[in-house]
């Protein structure tokens, strides 16, 4: 499958963004979808998932509350809602999938998409 991030941008502290991931190439609905993120210097980190069906999710605990993952598989497509965004968020926030439920581990998903750059200005 192969994944394309859109939406990221620059913003300002409290604001929000809404990206999103189009999967291509393969069956979408086989996919547990996850958003990771990458600041400079920085390991790359995970944000958030969701299952196939989308009745599953879990959250990095730096996001709950803020940040909403949710998927539309008739459109092959996910998004990450991003609200109340600090600049600890700025980072490169790529998308991921993978076979089976869904995972926190970095190394469990196969495919990547190139990324969008996050900016939150203070």
């Known amino acids: 499958v192969q994944l394309q991030a859109s939406g990221g941008g620059l913003v300002q502290a409290g604001g929000s963004l809404r990206l999103s991931c189009a999967a291509s190439g393969s069956t979408f609905i086989y996919y547990s979808m996850g958003w990771f993120r990458q600041a400079p210097g920085k390991e790359r980190e995970f944000v958030t998932a969701?299952?196939?069906?989308?009745?599953?999710?879990d959250y990095a605990d730096s996001v709950k509350g803020r940040f909403t993952i949710s998927r539309d598989n008739a459109k092959n497509t996910v998004y990450l809602q991003m609200n109340s965004l600090k600049p600890a968020d700025t980072a490169v926030y790529y998308c991921?999938?993978?076979?089976?439920?869904?995972?926190?581990?970095?190394?469990?998903?196969?495919?990547w998409g190139q990324g969008t750059l996050v900016t939150v200005s203070s």
């Open positions: 969701i299952n196939q069906s989308g009745g599953s999710t």
């Open positions: 991921a999938a993978r076979y089976g439920g869904i995972s926190s581990d970095t190394s469990s998903y196969y495919y």
